[in-house]
């Protein structure tokens, strides 16, 4: 008869290792751990991981890059960096093109008839301009021409100041007249009415066949109606004493007059002094200034004296001479029929005194 109860003393055993399931474990591979030699581990001693607070390591990864290790950078938590400015060793500059004062030749400088490197006159920081026998001098420097001395300028008239009256109301009616030995007499202005200090700024291009030797001459006039002009004074100028493309400003005073002066601009086109030193221009502009205008009562005793003007060996219009080397204005019929006149009158009044003393 078969016994179907349980077995209660039957034990349930795992089932066999399979042959070749788990390889043998080698004598002395694996030492038998000793008692103690690992603490059992304590609650709370390893806080417990949070869940997503370490990704999940991939099979033959490492934890990818956390790209926010470090917070952004807020605006103006960190001042921006300066740079110290960059210091640049000295560098050597080409020589100075003057451009700012209009130039000034040296008196006697001779002629250079090759092209320069450049249509404006050079200063020469070494060189220093002095005032010789009433006349500046730049040594060193060269007067350049195209290879003749035929030159062309602009002259510029301006304007001028404190003329004489020639009016019965006190005023005059002011213009120029342009003249030279090469250029005949012009009309360069408009009449300004009632006026003692016009302003004209007017500009003219002239050309002038020898601008060694001829001298610029300016008539300033005052305009009448009726009869002839009467001259208010006049200027003259030399022009070999100019820089090459430069406008030079000068005040200038008026001969034949008892005050009144008359401001220019002249500029050299395709001649004038280059080389010139730094302070050829001011000096020269200041030895402008410092040539008195001639009344027509000294030209008697300076025909005496030993006195020599700035203008030896030039050449004048027509209407002009030179006397000791200054210009003088040739009287016109004008002058001859008034000097005439005045001499008749003289004798008359010479005639009625002497008739008038022999009655008493």
Same mark, same amino acid.
Not at 45 to 60: K, M, T, V
Not at 122 to 133: A, K
Not at 277 to 285: A, G, L, R
């Given at each position: 008869?078969?016994?179907?109860?349980?077995?209660?003393n039957?034990?349930?055993?795992?089932?066999?290792?399979?042959?070749?399931?788990?390889?043998?474990?080698?004598?002395?591979?694996?030492?038998?751990?000793?008692?103690g030699?690992?603490?059992?581990q304590?609650?709370?001693?390893?806080?417990?991981?949070?869940?997503?607070?370490?990704?999940? +390591?991939?099979?033959?990864?490492?934890?990818?890059q956390?790209?926010?290790?470090?917070?952004?950078?807020?605006?103006?938590?960190?001042?921006?960096?300066?740079?110290?400015?960059?210091?640049?060793?000295? +560098?050597?500059?080409?020589p100075?093109?003057?451009?700012?004062?209009?130039?000034?030749?040296?008196?006697?400088?001779?002629?250079?008839t090759?092209?320069?490197?450049?249509?404006?006159?050079?200063?020469?920081?070494?060189?220093?301009? +002095?005032?010789?026998?009433?006349?500046?001098?730049?040594?060193?420097?060269t007067?350049?021409?195209?290879g003749?001395n035929?030159?062309?300028?602009?002259?510029?008239?301006?304007?001028?100041?404190?003329?004489?009256?020639?009016?019965?109301?006190?005023?005059? #009616?002011?213009?120029?007249?342009?003249?030279?030995?090469?250029?005949?007499?012009?009309?360069?202005?408009?009449?300004?009415?009632?006026?003692?200090?016009?302003?004209?700024?007017?500009?003219?291009?002239?050309?002038? #066949?020898?601008?060694?030797?001829?001298?610029l001459?300016? #008539?300033?006039?005052?305009?009448?109606?009726?009869?002839?002009?009467?001259?208010?004074?006049?200027?003259?100028?030399?022009?070999?004493?100019?820089?090459?493309?430069?406008?030079?400003?000068?005040?200038?005073?008026?001969?034949?007059?008892?005050?009144?002066?008359?401001?220019?601009?002249?500029?050299?086109?395709?001649?004038?002094?280059?080389?010139?030193?730094?302070?050829?221009?001011?000096?020269?502009?200041?030895?402008?200034?410092?040539?008195?205008?001639?009344?027509?009562?000294?030209?008697?005793?300076?025909?005496?004296?030993k006195?020599?003007?700035?203008?030896?060996?030039?050449k004048?219009?027509?209407?002009?001479?030179?006397?000791?080397?200054?210009?003088?204005?040739?009287?016109?019929?004008?002058?001859?029929?008034?000097?005439?006149?005045?001499?008749?009158?003289?004798?008359?009044?010479?005639?009625?005194?002497?008739?008038?003393?022999?009655d008493?």
């Open positions: 008869m078969q016994n179907n109860s349980p077995n209660l039957k034990v349930d055993s795992p089932p066999p290792q399979q042959p070749g399931q788990y390889p043998p474990q080698q004598p002395g591979q694996y030492p038998p751990q000793q008692p030699q690992y603490p059992p304590q609650p709370g001693q390893y806080p417990p991981q949070q869940p997503g607070q370490y990704p999940p +390591q991939q099979p033959g990864q490492y934890p990818p956390q790209y926010q290790q470090y917070p952004p950078q807020q605006p103006g938590q960190y001042p921006p960096q300066q740079y110290p400015p960059q210091q640049y060793p000295p +560098q050597p500059y080409p100075q093109q003057y451009q700012q004062y209009p130039p000034q030749p040296a008196f006697g400088a001779p002629l250079v090759s092209p320069t490197s450049s249509n404006v006159a050079l200063i020469n920081p070494s060189l220093n301009s +002095q005032i010789v026998n009433g006349k500046i001098t730049s040594p060193g420097s007067f350049y021409t195209t003749t035929k030159g062309t300028f602009k002259l510029r008239i301006i304007c001028a100041n404190k003329l004489v009256s020639a009016d019965a109301n006190g005023k005059s #009616d002011p213009y120029v007249k342009v003249k030279s030995h090469c250029i005949e007499s012009f009309k360069a202005t408009q009449v300004i009415d009632k006026n003692l200090n016009p302003v004209w700024e007017s500009t003219h291009t002239l050309t002038m #066949d020898d601008v060694t030797k001829d001298l001459i300016l #008539d300033v006039y005052d305009h009448d109606l009726i009869g002839n002009d009467d001259l208010l004074g006049f200027v003259a100028i030399d022009l070999s004493l100019l820089p090459l493309n430069v406008e030079v400003i000068t005040t200038e005073n008026l001969s034949f007059a008892k005050h009144g002066t008359i401001q220019i601009g002249i500029t050299c086109l395709d001649f004038g002094l280059t080389n010139i030193s730094p302070n050829y221009i001011p000096q020269y502009i200041s030895w402008r200034l410092s040539l008195e205008g001639r009344e027509k009562k000294e030209f008697k005793k300076l025909k005496k004296s006195e020599t003007g700035a203008y030896l060996n030039k004048v219009h027509s209407d002009y001479k030179l006397v000791n080397g200054f210009v003088k204005r040739k009287k016109n019929k004008r002058d001859k029929t008034k000097s005439v006149l005045g001499k008749g009158a003289k004798s008359i009044g010479s005639f009625i005194l002497d008739v008038a003393t022999s008493d």
